[in-house]
């Protein structure tokens, strides 16, 4: 079956801008969490999204936000954007709600490597 | 705060050498160790640990806790190119926003 789909994969934005991510699940996974990962920060929960509901939200300002559509495809925006928002996102999608890092049926998709100039 | 620490931050070893990542760990809710092998992008689960002593084992890979001394290891034998990637050690602890905290990982490189 496929895999998780992250758009784009690459993206470079000035300082200010505002961005839109987007991961598809795997086919019947109705969950979608995204990290953030830095070399300084290493990989940092973001949210989660399970049946268009946010059910878990990591430590980042408001300026991160996400939404889940109807079929399970979710999307985060980063407003404002500022140079330490450069980052790798990652998305993983699993079947139920919780922690997808430690559902080992979890899948992760390829990234957004996100870089603010 | 919870904390995870891993070393060495980066390796560089040859083909055929075996090695060892190191994970420590002070949270205050321990319920369970992950490592995860991350190549180009996305991280791939490796092993779950919750008790101490008992090691698990995939192939060349295995890993094991020691909750008393709060550090977990994992080992890699007759290490192949294809091993080369970012190992990342976390914690489920309930300390952060999903209950995990990770290290910032073990840069590991295997030369022909």
């Known amino acids: 079956k496929a895999g998780v789909t992250q758009t784009p994969r690459y993206l470079i934005k000035t300082r200010g801008q505002q961005v839109t991510l987007s991961c598809s699940p795997i086919?019947?996974?109705?969950?979608v969490s995204w990290y953030q990962q830095t070399p300084g920060q290493g990989l940092q929960f973001l949210f989660e999204y399970f049946s268009e509901t946010q059910r878990n939200k990591g430590n980042f300002p408001g300026r991160f936000s996400g939404r889940q559509f109807s079929n399970s495809r979710s999307e985060m925006n980063v407003s404002t954007l500022e140079l330490g928002d450069s980052a790798l996102y990652l998305c993983a999608s699993s079947v139920s709600t919780g922690k997808a890092l430690l559902d080992t049926e979890a899948f992760f998709g390829q990234g957004t490597r996100l870089t603010v100039v | 705060e919870d904390k995870v620490v891993q070393s060495p931050l980066s390796l560089v070893v040859h083909e055929g050498d075996t090695v060892t990542l190191n994970c420590s760990y002070e949270v205050t809710n321990f319920r369970s160790l992950l490592w995860y092998k991350q190549e180009k992008k996305a991280p791939t689960f490796l092993f779950m640990l919750t008790s101490s002593g008992i090691e698990k084992k995939s192939g060349r890979l295995s890993s094991i806790l020691d909750k008393k001394e709060l550090f977990s290891i994992l080992n890699i034998t007759a290490t192949q190119t294809g091993d080369s990637a970012v190992y990342l050690c976390?914690?489920?602890?309930?300390?952060?926003?999903?209950?995990?905290?990770f290290g910032k990982g073990t840069h590991l490189i295997i030369q022909p």
């Open positions: 086919s019947g996974h109705r969950s």
């Open positions: 976390a914690v489920d602890s309930g300390g952060g926003a999903d209950g995990l905290t």
